[in-house]
């Protein structure tokens, strides 16, 4: 699931992404355009019921972007705001930020 947030000014979208808690048993990465695909930078927190972590992006920009679950399986965004092709033949989850 995806939550957007605006500071203020509108400089800054504070995007919140969420997950099941039952996907995954140990470890959840964000991997995208805005960590250049590094899956060692972006750790979702568990929670309750689910893996989280917020984002602070560019507003007027779409991201790619995959969830990494324990390390081995790669999944996206049942809550994306678009999907695209990628070169490994698979979808990548697409969040829209706008003005």
Not at 57 to 72: C, H, T, V, W
Not at 73 to 83: E, F, I
Request: charged content about 35%.
């Amino acid at each position: 699931m995806l939550s957007k947030e605006f500071t203020p000014k509108r400089t800054i979208c504070k995007v919140t992404f969420s997950i099941p808690a039952d996907w995954a048993e140990n470890d959840v990465k964000l991997v995208g355009d805005f960590n250049d695909w590094d899956e060692e930078s972006d750790s979702l927190v568990k929670k309750d019921d689910s893996w989280e972590i917020t984002m602070r992006l560019k507003p007027e920009s779409n991201y790619r972007f995959k969830y990494l679950i324990d390390g081995q399986t790669w999944k996206n965004d049942d809550a994306a705001d678009s999907y695209e092709p990628n070169i490994f033949g698979t979808e990548d989850s697409v969040v829209e930020i706008g003005k």
